[in-house]
Nanobody, 126 residues
Framework: QVQLVESGGDSVQAGGSLRLSCAIS????????MAWFRQAPGKEREGVAF???????NYAGTVKGRFTISRDNAKSMLYLQMNKLKPEDTAMYYC????????????????????WGQGTQVTVSS
């Protein structure tokens, strides 16, 4: 069973940076398409960034140019580098995975992803 554990969330001021990490265990990361989602209080969970098994990435328009998703298959780690943070980036951030056999090739709705972490909180103050 795939397990995902996020870390790196914190409270920062607007304009600051954070790097989130997601440790994957229970399977081979290279076989999985990975994504970061976030959910603010009272709002639906939304996709932030996606990375395919071949390293192809795509981003939500609200974070493009500020956030970078990356993966290290050898270390079984997924990362999200977040720069120029804004108060509207405040949310719980979740790591998500889906085996490549399911054909997910871009950032889509949460229900396309089969495995989830527990989340890490990011708070950005103005």
């Amino acid at each position: 069973q795939v397990q995902l554990v996020e870390s790196g969330g914190d409270s920062v001021q607007a304009g600051g940076s954070l790097r989130l990490s997601c440790a994957i265990s229970g399977s081979t990361l290279s076989r999985y398409c990975m994504a970061w989602f976030r959910q603010a209080p009272g709002k639906e969970r939304e996709g932030v960034a996606f990375i395919d098994t071949d390293g192809t990435t795509n981003y939500a328009g609200t974070v493009k140019g500020r956030f970078t998703i990356s993966r290290d298959n050898a270390k079984s780690m997924l990362y999200l580098q977040m720069n120029k943070l804004k108060p509207e980036d405040t949310a719980m951030y979740y790591c998500a995975a889906v085996h490549s056999i399911f054909g997910v090739r871009a950032l889509g709705p949460p229900d396309e992803f089969k495995h989830w972490g527990q989340g890490t909180q990011v708070t950005v103050s103005s």
